[in-house]
């Protein structure tokens, strides 16, 4: 909306108008029928913790092809003839590659010692079946009279840039009480900084 040369937008939900100084000569080309910009924009706040609010994002930044809208007002000879289309179809499903185990599988793998172990190493970099957002849960059961002085059960999930190097991790230890004495619960992080979320053990 245009008011004494000015640009307003009616449709702030702050309470306030926010104002734009237009160049003279740039509103003189708005009168024409041709657009000088665009403006695409939602709502979305990074440090919010609203799952929904977060997906839409990258939903948006993942699937809309700005740069068709951008030639279609600016540039119509490059999508002339050519239909929108997303950048990547909703039917889209991306191939699931499968390369071989690590030794550290194999080896846990044979061991009937070992109730559960997973790297990883099946799946490519930067594929891994988990998304950026997960809930885990397991339930541990231990016997009354546990030993005194026996290790815990430690859960851990890691990012390593090379073996025995874990650039981030995040690793649980539950242990049960013994001799009628209360269980301890440990967790040991670390994030890189910036953010650092979190690190050091509790």
């Known amino acids: 909306m245009f008011s004494n040369g000015y640009l307003t937008d009616p449709e702030s939900t702050l309470g306030r108008y926010p104002v734009y100084k237009i160049d003279p000569a740039m509103a003189e080309l708005c009168k024409k029928d041709k657009p000088q910009w665009i403006k695409i924009s939602w709502e979305y706040y990074p440090g919010s913790n609203d ?3 977060k997906h839409q994002h ?3 930044i993942t699937n809309i092809n700005f740069e068709y809208v951008y030639n279609f007002f600016f ?3 490059k999508v002339k003839g050519q239909p929108y289309k997303p950048l990547r179809s909703p039917l889209y499903k991306e191939a699931v590659v ?4 690590s ?3 194999k080896k846990t793998t044979a061991d009937k010692n070992v109730h559960f172990f997973e790297d990883f190493s099946t799946t490519a970099i930067g594929k891994k079946p988990m998304p950026q957002n997960f809930t885990l849960t397991y339930d541990l059961v231990a016997s009354q009279n546990f030993t005194w002085g026996a290790k815990g059960l430690t859960l851990q999930l890691s990012k390593e840039t090379s073996p025995g190097n ?7 230890k539950l242990r049960p009480g013994f001799d009628g004495k209360d269980g301890e619960a440990t967790l040991e992080t670390k994030f890189p900084s910036p953010p650092g979320y979190s690190n050091g053990t509790k």
Request: aromatic residues 4%.
């Open 98 to 101: 499968v390369s071989e185990a």
């Open 75 to 77: 540039d119509p000879e």
């Open 103 to 105: 030794e550290a599988s």
């Open 166 to 172: 874990a650039e981030s991790y995040l690793s649980l």
């Open 51 to 53: 799952l929904v609010e």
């Open 58 to 60: 990258e939903s948006i």
